[in-house]
């Protein structure tokens, strides 16, 4: 048997003419235009990617250097409070010799003296009451002016 070979087509019947070949050509060139709109908007896509990598990228590295900024100054505040700590314990230790001294001295020489007693909130500084009231706008605003430098 031989076998008879076909033009190729798109899946019409054969023939149709002039007709026929103008939609296929209508129809190609559509497909092609729409192909280019689709490589358009895909590289769009990838260029603004891209650009939001970017800028992602450079708020991340800036955010970063922030944090590093702020544990440096975290870091500074922790030392200054560990020194006034042991300054307040010494100036409280000396507090007490001399409260003995005076309870000493008014024991042996018939004084009346008066005592200050060492209050409780110099060693519990998390309770001295603080005329400052916190907000979201000390928070927000306020926060950032401690660590700019």
């Not at 709109?37 to 450079?58: D, I």
């Amino acid at each position: 048997m031989a076998s008879i070979q076909r033009p190729a087509s798109s899946g019409s019947s054969e023939g149709g003419g002039p007709a026929v070949d103008e939609r296929k050509r209508k129809r190609m060139e559509s497909n092609r235009e729409s192909a280019r709109r689709s490589r358009m908007r895909k590289q769009k896509q990838l260029e603004n990617l891209t650009e939001e990598a970017s800028r992602l990228q450079s708020d991340n590295a800036s955010l970063a250097q922030s944090i590093k900024v702020k544990e440096e100054a975290y870091v500074e505040m922790e030392a200054a409070n560990d020194i006034l700590r042991a300054q307040t314990m010494e100036l409280a230790d000396r507090l007490r010799f001399l409260n003995s001294i005076l309870e000493i001295a008014e024991e042996v020489g018939d004084l009346s003296v008066e005592i200050p007693q060492i209050p409780d909130t110099l060693f519990k500084p998390w309770q001295i009451p603080h005329p400052m009231m916190a907000s979201p706008d000390m928070f927000l605003h306020g926060i950032q002016g401690l660590f700019a430098s």
